[in-house]
């Protein structure tokens, strides 16, 4: 745990409570078990992974967090409070974009700032935050002018511009080429170092969550229990051929019950 | 596409032998308007029309036009390439003319008065063209007041019937059953609730205008991606802002098809509801000139008529263009 101490100093970071959680989802008369019993404290200013099977629940945790949904059973605290709604320092970046088509990108990352009558004091925090994802030139583009890694930059632009405390991010890069997933890697975690907030990413990428977090929760099948907690201690930025994050993957793919000679 | 391909192979032309190629499809539409003005003038009327001279007059100057167009058409630019663009509707449109005058004035094979040639239409417009320009400005009142009353009444039920579940609930099936019911159809109970026959007949225009409306909008506002409210609503947004900001504008390109029905249904009963009582008006007009045989007046204003409505149908997709730019590239 030698992040610990570094995690602790991080002002604009939040930390989030996971106690004893259970979710369930009613299909078609049936009850559908997603969540059982998910127990994670996560420090303020952390880079956390969920890593596991598709289907196991990640997402519905992320959807929890973020205050979208309320739990069956056991609570979620951020920062000791329990979350009851969504709230913009709680903010979640989905696989798809999920850009507003209508709108230029400019307005897309405006959108926070405009519902909560904040544009008006802060329009340069809009360009400041498309100059962090280096998209300031397509500030007039709409979304179907974009490629697929722009506009998942823009849906980060448009979480950060809120200066979230915590930010859930659902598997973020799955639908990207794996070029563009590398850079889109190494810009969220050159943003994770400036920014300071809390993360908390969803993905079934062994070789992501190894590189990006500082603590590696693997979950099992659904209903998802949290069956592996791997700590990944060395610094960044990290290589994707360290031999012992390539040792650390197999230990990971073994808990999944995947071998790793595939 | 054809349009750009035209407009390269002229220019092309034009750079390469200058000034001096001529627009042939504009001299043979010359020539078929040529025909029609002679052919107006030199044969007599089976049964007068009127205006004959005034037609050929017309048509004589179109013909005059095109041939001077032919000419100069290559360095006229844009607009040239428009007109040549356009040059099979001249020939079309000069056939169409000169047939239409033998076979009407000039051979009677489509007798008066239930056929008329161009210039009885031309003569209505001569003889009767005040008041027409009267009737017109009635029409648009009642229209204007009707559609656009009918669209706003019908945008904000379509969005309560999209957004919420009990209006849904309680509202759809109402709509369905009103729906296919001809706006017609409400003539009688609309002259009992309704203090005037003018206010009855700003209801059905705006009855056959709502209904569309409100129908796509609610389907619109229904189907918006559920993944937009919950990203807006992590940013911090309000159901305020969800209906306005997220549900009315990812509903846009719905109710644009509902304003175009509109915009057709409420002309459809434009001239049901100049019955009830009007003293001008298009519709009040084709009816009166109906019990008197005046066919070429019916005819005259149906034309009067459809130009509006295309024209407003224009107008409609300039507005659906600016509005919706962002569509480009997603359809």
Redesign the interface.
């Known amino acids: 745990m030698a992040l610990a101490n570094e995690a602790v100093a991080r002002p604009r970071s939040v930390s989030l409570d996971v106690h004893a959680v259970s979710h369930a989802y009613d299909l078609e008369g049936r009850v559908l078990d997603v969540l059982d019993g998910i127990e994670l404290a996560v420090r303020p200013g952390e880079f956390v992974a969920l890593l596991g099977p598709s289907g196991s629940g990640k997402s519905t945790l992320l959807r929890l967090a973020a205050g979208l949904e309320r739990p069956r059973a056991g609570a979620l605290l951020e920062d000791g409070q329990p979350i009851t709604a969504p709230d913009p320092s709680r903010i979640l970046v989905f696989q798809d974009p999920t850009l507003f088509p209508w709108r230029t990108v400019w307005w897309n990352v405006a959108t926070g700032l405009e519902a909560r009558g904040l544009l008006a004091k802060h329009r340069h925090r809009v360009d400041d935050a498309l100059a962090l994802v280096k998209l300031e030139t397509f500030a007039n583009a709409y979304p179907h002018q974009l490629s697929g890694g722009m506009a998942q930059r823009v849906a980060i632009a448009r979480a950060l511009v809120n200066d979230p405390q915590l930010l859930l991010l659902d598997e973020p890069f799955g639908k990207l080429d794996s070029l563009t997933r590398l850079s889109m890697q190494n810009e969220l975690l050159s943003l994770w170092e400036k920014v300071g907030f809390t993360a908390l990413l969803v993905t079934h990428d062994v070789e992501e969550a190894l590189l990006l977090a500082n603590r590696v929760i693997a979950f099992s099948d659904r209903p998802a229990r949290i069956v592996a907690e791997i700590a990944v201690d060395k610094p960044h930025p990290r290589r994707r051929d360290d031999p012992e994050l390539v040792e650390l993957r197999r230990a990971v793919l073994a808990t999944l019950g995947i071998s790793s000679d595939v | 596409m054809t349009d750009a391909i035209q407009a390269l192979g002229s220019g092309g032309y034009a750079s390469a032998e200058s000034a001096a190629r001529i627009w042939k499809a504009g001299l043979y539409a010359a020539l078929a308007w040529a025909a029609t003005a002679v052919v107006t003038v030199a044969l007599p009327d089976v049964v007068p029309w009127g205006s004959a001279g005034l037609f050929a007059a017309i048509t004589g100057a179109g013909a005059a036009i095109l041939t001077a167009l032919a000419f100069s058409v290559s360095r006229l630019g844009r607009a040239g390439e428009r007109v040549i663009y356009y040059g099979p509707w001249f020939i079309a449109l000069g056939i169409w003319f000169l047939l239409w005058e033998v076979s009407t004035a000039k051979l009677g094979w489509l007798p008066k008065p239930f056929f008329s040639p161009p210039h009885g239409l031309l003569n209505v417009y001569v003889v009767d063209g005040p008041r027409l320009l009267v009737c017109i400005l009635y029409t648009l009142r009642l229209w204007g007041l009707g559609f656009f009353s009918g669209i706003a009444v019908g945008f904000i039920a379509g969005v309560a019937l999209g957004w919420s579940a009990r209006v849904d609930y309680w509202g759809m099936p109402v709509l369905k059953l009103i729906g296919p019911v001809p706006a017609t159809a409400w003539i009688p109970a609309t002259f009992y609730f309704f203090p005037t026959t003018f206010a009855a007949s700003i209801f059905i225009v705006a009855l056959s205008a709502g209904i569309p409306v409100a129908i796509l909008t609610a389907s619109g506002v229904s189907s918006v991606?559920r993944?937009?409210y919950?990203?807006?609503?992590?940013?911090?947004?309000?159901n305020r802002?969800l209906v306005f900001?997220?549900a009315i504008?990812?509903s846009?390109p719905h109710v644009f098809v509902g304003l175009f029905m509109a915009l057709y249904y409420s002309f459809a009963v434009l001239v049901v509801a100049e019955m009830l009582g009007a003293k001008y008006g298009l519709g009040w007009y084709i009816q009166f000139q109906q019990a008197y045989s005046g066919y070429a007046n019916v005819y005259a204003t149906l034309i009067i008529m459809s130009v509006i409505c295309a024209g407003i149908i224009k107008l409609l997709f300039v507005a659906r263009d600016r509005l919706?730019?962002?569509?480009?590239?997603?359809l």
Do not use: C
Request: charge should be positive; glycine fraction near 12%.
């Open positions: 991606n993944a937009f919950d990203v807006a609503r992590t940013l911090g947004a309000d802002y900001k997220i504008p990812a846009l919706l730019g962002w569509q480009k590239g997603i």
